[in-house]
């Protein structure tokens, strides 16, 4: 429990009058009380509220607000947005639609909450008291980049409205036969403009999706938001109400937020108890369900309808079997087809849980892990026995906004770590931890066992990308951001670990290895050369016991994203397949999927889509035989 003195203390930083530093008194204890999951367990604001409510200048339910979204960097257009419903359907823009059509709205038809007097007053005095106050001081505050969203929205990230779906789209080339199915990949694309800090991470979840006829050779693309219930209450109300993990919560004006949300999830203004997530980040294919995903809650299902177009189909909890938010990257195995994830909790222990499922969804796992502290563990890796967890210095500490700061930071004096956990195991009993110092990976690509021929010790190799300085993504730190193919070794004999850097000189992130040998010893990864970060300028296939890195260029102002592979077959060679990506030409404002042979980094086809696509995040394949056993399990 926070000492008081510290609010009274806050009280007088944001030079706020009496009433509204009571009103934060009253709710702020229980922020640091209450786990932000479950935001509703503690009791409704008293006389002291309402008589706080009474005392200000009411701004009527209904007078008019706007939120502009930028749509169109290049001739910085904006769209106003009313304050109570996304405006009514344009005609979907025709085949050859240009960028002037992305000012067309494809709505979510959501209506406004319904409230009672109370709840009227409550949350008029509440917004009054974000606008005049907390919204007022944030103003003031200058934004590193990594949270500006004049920086984070710019170009080809800012957002774009929904599309339905356009068929008959331009194939330069052919579509190879085995790519009949769906290309899906996600990405943050806010609904509506920032009302301050907005970091990269911090939108809501937009997947894009073409479907691939290759026996016509004919595609169509799709755009829809997933309709996480954050989107949807945020919809009703006309404007942003949850705070941004990363772009808002920083220090006292974070708190303040933290307090501002509280406050109205205590009302019922707000309902977090299904979900505070944005599912933005990763997707996976399991058990008949397209799952996407982001670390702040679970996953949500989005069904692909047979005419290539995307529907939400609410949060997927396993059948009611957990209740813990996922991280983005889960694991499939690939020969037992079980699913593997973790969950972390920044609140409360235990602040780590690995998660087991069969291939019908049921689970079969789940397992605390002890950490002294709570860590930011973006992904995982598993082998043909174990499962691999990472433990950064890269963490959360919330006490950190107190003192005026971000929660999450770099920890010098921890030394960061790899456990190996059999997958048999039902407890982290025999987990084993390594040390690996000064290391930190936002994504691991594979991992495997090897045992060594002389001193017959088994080790661990691990893939990954070692990113450095470990906070930059989210310090807004000016030193140059280095993100480096790095092979980890853990010797389970020994407890010793060694690194070695793949390919130095050469930020490669956001990639993958053949899923179906996922676990095993591979020889190529495919990856996004990040170059100038946070762009990607091309794609590259390494050659994990050489070095040799075959690149394939984008060309000049045209940058894409993370490469998705797709095997020819099970049994082929492991860099026979495809790579697929999104690509987008800044110069002439055009946007392609290009379709690229990964045994020669050769383009073989493209479809040009006819709608800008953002860059964004991670992607999968669904194949046609996967689509038409969506839910068959």
Known sequence: MLHVSYFLNLSWTFSIGPPTFLLFLTIAPTIFSTSIYNPLNFPIFSKLTLFFF???TIKPLNSPFSCK????????NTITLPRTRISSPSPPPSQSSSNSDESKIFPLKIDPPKLNLFQKIASNALDLLENSIVTKFEKKHKLNRTVDPEIQLEGNFAPVHESPVQHGLEVVGHIPSNLTGVYVRNGANPLFEPINGHHLFDGDGMIHAVKLDSKNNKASYSCRFTQTSRLVQEASLGRPVFPKPIGELHGHLGLARLALFFARASLGLVDATKGTGVANA???????RLLAMSEDDLPYNVIIKEDGDLESNGRYDFNGQINDPLIAHPKVDPITGEFYTLSYNILKKPYLKLFKFDTCGNNSRDISISLQNPSMIHDFAITESHVIIPDYQVVFKLS??????SPVVHDPNKVSRFGVLSKDDHDESRIKWIDVPSCFCMHLWNAWEENHEESGDTNIVIIGSCMSPPDSIFSGSDATLKCELTEIRLNLSTGRSTRRIIVSGMNLEAGQVNKTRLGKKTRYTFMAIAEPWPKCS?????????GNVTKFLHGDDRFGGEPYFVPSTKEGEEDEGYLMSYVRDERNEKSELIIINAKNMKQIALVKIPKRVPYGFHGTFVSSQ?????FSC
């Open 626 to 630: 996967d689509l038409c056993n969506q």
């Open 400 to 405: 950190e906004m107190i003192r005026g700061g």
């Open 538 to 546: 091309g794609l590259a296939k390494i050659d994990l016991v050489t």
């Open 54 to 56: 009474t005392m200000q």
């Open 69 to 76: 979204i930028l749509i169109n960097p290049s001739k910085k």
């Open 282 to 288: 990763g997707l996976v294919y399991f058990n008949g």
